[in-house]
Structures are given as structure tokens and as C-alpha cells.
């Protein structure tokens, strides 16, 4: 017997946005059973630091779903055909009107793995430009934060976004164990 689990499924529902299944799973002991699935679109965000890596752009905004107000970096779903790092790029220049010149690919990740199938995709943008005004509205109110001030948010959870901990406690880390840091 393989020490892989085998499934097989069905959509319940889908739109655009998610797409409810129904797998019939066998695990490695030979166990089987049905599991819902979620499969959501893919999405990608990036840290965009200053040009001394000691400020990160953020939006601080309300998300209706969980009801909390909070930071988060620039980010969005991946369109049809688009590279995860350009949609990256676009949405940061989209959202807060600066260009980004280097783009470093952090990881991609699944943020809930055992039920919900979404690659996130994780960038830090470093050199940025400022090109104009943002052309979307809706994606709250964007500053420079200071990364020293980063762990403090974290901790009163004013950060929850999944990609948004993940890229900046990427950008801590390395800050942290570099010589300079």
C-alpha cells in the first residue's frame, strides 16, 4: 500500500469565487471517508520596504468576513494567465501608487491545508517608486509603518492576515540575523 492518501470528488457548488467538492478519501491505513473541499482563487501579496528596509506600506482596513479591523500588506487575486509575482507588482502599484524595482519571492504557501486549496503567493519588493495616485479605492488607508513597530501589531492583533505575518516575519527574521540587524 502506498503511504500517500487517494481521493476522488465532486463539485457541490462553484462560482467565480470558491468552488464547493466532496472527495472520497482512502488514507495510507486504508481508512475511507467523505471530505468537503474548498478551492479558492489563488492570491499573491508583497512586503514593499523603503529603501532602508525599516519602513513596510500597509493598508489599515475593515474585513467584513471575520469583523475586524487590522493591517495588511498589498495584495490580490491572481488573474487568468498572470505570473504570481506580476500580480504582486500590479496590486501594489494599483493600491497604493508605487512601482516596486526588485521583487524577491518569499514563498507560496496553503493557508489551510487540510480543507481549503488557495496558493498564496509571498513577495518582498524593495526600491520602490512612486508613480501616482492608486487607482483602486476600497483597499483601506496606506502608510509607511515602521518594522520596528511591527511586532507590537502583531501582538495586539492588529496583524492577521496569513500572507501579510508570513512576508513580515520573513522580513524580521532576516533583519535580525543579518550583521547589520
Request: glycine content about 10%.
Amino acid at each position: 500500500m502506498s503511504n500517500r492518501s487517494r481521493s476522488s470528488g465532486r463539485t457541490i457548488y462553484e462560482n467565480r469565487w470558491v468552488c464547493l467538492g466532496k472527495a472520497d478519501i482512502t488514507t495510507p491505513s486504508g481508512s475511507r471517508f467523505e471530505h468537503h473541499t474548498v478551492t479558492l482563487p489563488s492570491a499573491a501579496m508583497i512586503a514593499v520596504l523603503d529603501h532602508g528596509d525599516e519602513n513596510v506600506l500597509m493598508s489599515y482596513r475593515h474585513r467584513f468576513v471575520p469583523d475586524v479591523w487590522g493591517w495588511e500588506l498589498p495584495g490580490g487575486l491572481l488573474e487568468t494567465g498572470e505570473a504570481p509575482e506580476d500580480t504582486a507588482v500590479r496590486e501594489a502599484e494599483e493600491e497604493t501608487g508605487y512601482r516596486v524595482g526588485s521583487v524577491e519571492h518569499v514563498v507560496t504557501f496553503e493557508p489551510m491545508i487540510g480543507t481549503v486549496r488557495s496558493p498564496h503567493h509571498v513577495f518582498v519588493g524593495r526600491t520602490p517608486e512612486r508613480v501616482g495616485d492608486p487607482s483602486e479605492f476600497d483597499e483601506g488607508r496606506f502608510e509607511w509603518v515602521p518594522m520596528a513597530k511591527v511586532p507590537e501589531l502583531i501582538a495586539v492583533g492588529q496583524i492577521q492576515s496569513s500572507g501579510t505575518l508570513i512576508a513580515l516575519l520573513h522580513v524580521l527574521t532576516n533583519r535580525s540575523s543579518s550583521p547589520a540587524g
